[in-house]
């Protein structure tokens, strides 16, 4: 293909003189290279560029300087480099991870959190919630604990690791009514969807998994305890 290509663009150059028929065919190869190196280039991206090529070159130049004709060689061998640099640009995805992670259960630290009443512990294991984009958050909640009515500005899913969480709907808590979800058991919500939990005699651990930017906003501000 790029023999074709360079056949195309460079035997029609045949009245420009020899220094300016040799920088024409390197920024053609130079092009096409970088090109080619990035990403797969299809058939007809290669004939466009030999055909822009050509088509510098078909008509005998107008220049009646060696001087002058070497500025315009110039110009050809920058504009086909750049063009290589951006198709170049263009080819690389952005990684959606930056490294492996294996954790264990001891390896993972809580802490108080203080966007959750006094009782509660999270450890972020991925991303960032304050940022676009998915985190991983684990949480620890101990026995007989409430989290008031709230809601969150981005979808969630909330799965039981161990002990049992209760779920319930509504801007009202009442803990007579909802679903109790075992370990295993998993919540997903889509955003500003009022909600509440809670757990009864036993320790609960539950991994939240959601999209950023994120928070957690009550429906009753006195219930805020950053706002104590």
Known sequence: MLRVAYRKAGTVCWK???????SMSLAVFVGLGLMLGARQVQPDAVEALAASAAARCTSPPSISTEKETEIV???????????????AALAHDTPTMNEARELTPESITFKDDPAFPKGAQTVLLHGD???PGLFILRVKFPPNYVVPPHTHPGFETVTVLSGSMGSGMGEKADLTKGKMLKAGGMLALPANHA???WTADEETIIQVAAVGPFDLVYINPADDPRKK
Request: cysteine-free.
């Open 195 to 197: 909600h509440y939990v």
């Open 16 to 22: 420009i003189p020899l220094a300016g028929t040799l």
């Open 73 to 87: 060689m110039k110009k050809s061998l920058v504009a086909a480099g750049l063009m290589a640099l951006a198709g």
């Open 129 to 131: 919630p304050a940022k």
